[in-house]
Every structure is written in structure tokens, then in C-alpha cells.
């Protein structure tokens, strides 16, 4: 560390003369002599008392910029905003489930023109056309993306969405339609939509093309995933080559119910080395306990191999879906931290801080 020492030296006489003189070590710029001891000594010297006043600092250490392991690079959020939205135009819009599924799943596709310049795990708000009770206008709706930066089509010029209707009954009775939701869901092909964003960076994919990526959905929250496997196993791109394993856990309540199966199936043909696929279907499967096949009971099949996956600094969780899900998972790897002697709640902090725990929830 350097030091910058500045002296002032008082000659009392009858004539008196004062003066200052500062050697540095360092550069002036970097000197800092703000909220820092000062120190006297007297000296004698040619039969005049000399007062020494020595103000030294240390020079604060440079920040380090973090250099983070996702894909940041040139990404763009906020582009668009609700006052002045870009207006695409849907393209595409077809149902995903089956009719005997408990909802209805849309997948939807937009154009852009290449104007909503987004990423792989990103999102973008789609503002209803009408007005509220009130009069104003409907508030966004964020919407995880579905489609890699290319786009379905492969030109970089479309974004796609994955949309469940939501359809409940209230506490009167009355059946309640989410207004955004069945929006997308009722869109035809040549109908505008008003598109904000693009949003967010906690779901970014690494930059680490060998990595390890373990991906938790349930429903929709396939969305980001969907997008990061077309990038990985369906595109081809100069600058990246994923060289990894993907392993992707997907929850949904009935067969009729899982969104994309056929492409995931066409990935695994593709590179059986590179990706895993495990479903829950919890009212169809059971484990070996007799209880419903939810996606953290999936997991729990295994546990020991997902535990010493999360121990390297390569291996990155994304999850994305129904918040109970988080809680699942946390108490199949508390066990397992504990009997190494980990506390898998501080262990889970140090994994978000390096970037290595990502969640999504809702």
C-alpha cells in the first residue's frame, strides 16, 4: 500500500517564515487526507524548537469490478417501456396441452423486426389492449421468454411466449379470467401486441459452455429453459458450442400437460451425452414410497449425485415456476449438507453469490 506523508514546519522567531513542502510516493490524484489521524513530534535543531505535524494516509484499495459468469455481455433491458411500447404483431398462436389437461397452455409467437433485442432467460411485459375498472389503461404483465435470441424462425426478428390461461372461481362463486393471460391466450394471427422490456438478468445462461446446468420447472416455467436448449442442441452459433450437460426436471400434473416433450425427446436423439431429461408427472407417477411424483420427489431419486454436482463451481441451478418448489429441494440437500458437516442454508448464500443459484418463482 502506498503512503503520502505531508509535513508543515512552523520556525518560531522574530522573523517568523513558514512554509510547506509535501513528498509523495504516489501520484496526487490517488492521495486521500480525509478523516485520518495526524501525528506531532518535536524536534530540536540548530537551537530552534521545529514542530513536525505528519499526516499520513494509506491509499484504499481499487475496487475490483466482479466479472460475472452469465452471458451479460451487451445486454439490453428497459428498450421499451408502458407509455411508448413496441407494437408487434402475433404470428403465431396454438395450444400446447392436451383437451383433457387441467388448463389450457399457449405458445405464441411475435414479431419484433429485430427490434426487442433480447437474451436467453429474459423477459418482456405485454400490456392488454382495453382499460380497468378504473378507466386506465391495464397494467403490464411480465412473461418469461420462450424462444432463444433467434427467434422460432431463426431470424432474430420474432419472441415467443409460453402463456397458461388463468381461469378461478372467487370466494362469491363467479368465475374470474386473468386479464392479460386470456388476452394472449385469444390472440389470432395479425393482431397487435404491445411489448415492453426486455427485462432481467438473474436468469441469464453461463458463459461457461462446459458447464453443468441443472434446470427445475414446473408449468410455464419452462419458458427460459426452452430457450436455453434451443440454443444449446438445435442452433448452431460461431461463438458458442455448449459442451456441457443440461439436465432438466419438469413438473406438471397430468401427461396431457407436458409443454415441448416432443422437442425435449428430439434434443436427448440428438445429444444423449450432453442432456437429461426427467418428468413428474404427479398425478400419474408415484416413487417408490407410494407418494405423488412431484418434481423435488424426482429429485429426490437423486439426491447424492445432485449434491456432489453442486459442490463444483461449474454447476449452475436455474429454477423457474410455483415457489413451493424451492422449498422442496431445500430439504432433500439440508440433509445431505449437514451430514458433511455443511449448513445448507449458508452454503445456498454462497452459491446465489457466486451466481450459481438462480431463482424465478412465483
Known amino acids: 500500500m502506498a503512503t503520502a506523508v505531508s509535513a508543515a514546519v512552523s520556525l518560531p522567531s522574530s522573523k517568523s517564515t513558514s512554509f510547506s513542502s509535501r513528498n509523495s510516493i504516489i501520484s496526487t490524484d490517488k492521495i ?74 399457449w405458445h405464441m409467437v411475435f414479431s419484433t423486426e429485430g427490434e426487442v433485442p433480447y437474451r436467453e432467460g429474459q423477459s418482456i411485459g405485454v400490456i392488454a389492449d382495453g382499460v380497468d375498472a378504473n378507466g386506465k389503461p391495464h397494467k403490464l404483465r411480465l412473461y418469461s421468454i420462450a424462444s432463444s435470441a433467434l427467434g422460432d424462425f431463426g431470424d432474430s426478428k420474432t419472441v415467443s411466449l409460453c402463456v397458461k390461461r388463468l381461469v378461478y372461481t372467487n370466494d362469491k362463486g363467479e368465475e374470474v379470467k386473468g386479464v392479460c393471460s386470456n388476452f394472449l391466450c385469444d390472440l389470432k394471427p395479425g393482431a397487435e401486441v404491445k411489448i415492453t422490456g426486455p427485462v432481467g438478468k438473474e436468469m441469464l445462461m453461463p ?114 415456476g410455483l415457489k413451493g418448489m424451492e422449498q422442496g429441494i431445500d ?26 443459484w438462480n431463482v424465478e418463482v412465483y
Open 207 to 320: 458463459k461457461d459452455p462446459n458447464a453443468t446446468v441443472i434446470m427445475l420447472a414446473t408449468g410455464t416455467g419452462i419458458a427460459p429453459f426452452r430457450s436455453f436448449l434451443w440454443k444449446m442442441f438445435f442452433e448452431k452459433h460461431e461463438d458458442y458450442k455448449f459442451n456441457g450437460t443440461a439436465w432438466l426436471f419438469l413438473g406438471v400434473p397430468t401427461s396431457s400437460s407436458l409443454l415441448y416433450k416432443e422437442e425435449f425427446e428430439k434434443m436427448k436423439e440428438k445429444a444423449p451425452e450432453n442432456f437429461r431429461l426427467d418428468f413428474a408427472v404427479s398425478r400419474e407417477q408415484t416413487n417408490e414410497k407410494g407418494e405423488k411424483m412431484y418434481i423435488q420427489t424426482r429429485m429426490a431419486q437423486y439426491a447424492e449425485e445432485l449434491w456432489t454436482l453442486l459442490q463444483k463451481d461449474n454447476t449452475f441451478i436455474y429454477m423457474c
Open 32 to 105: 486521500n487526507f480525509n478523516k485520518v489521524p495526524l501525528y506531532y513530534r518535536n524536534v530540536s535543531g540548530a537551537s530552534r524548537l521545529v514542530s513536525i505535524r505528519a499526516q499520513v494516509t494509506t491509499e484504499a484499495p481499487a475496487k475490483v469490478e466482479k466479472i460475472s459468469k452469465k452471458q451479460e455481455e451487451g445486454v439490453i433491458v428497459n428498450k421499451f417501456r408502458p407509455k411508448e411500447p413496441y407494437v408487434g404483431r402475433c404470428l403465431l398462436n396454438t395450444k400446447i396441452t392436451g383437451d383433457d389437461a387441467p388448463g389450457e397452455t
Open 331 to 356: 430439504e432433500i440437500m439440508s440433509s445431505l449438507a449437514e451430514r458433511d458437516g455443511i449448513v445448507w442454508a449458508d452454503y445456498k448464500k454462497q452459491l446465489k453469490k457466486a451466481e450459481q
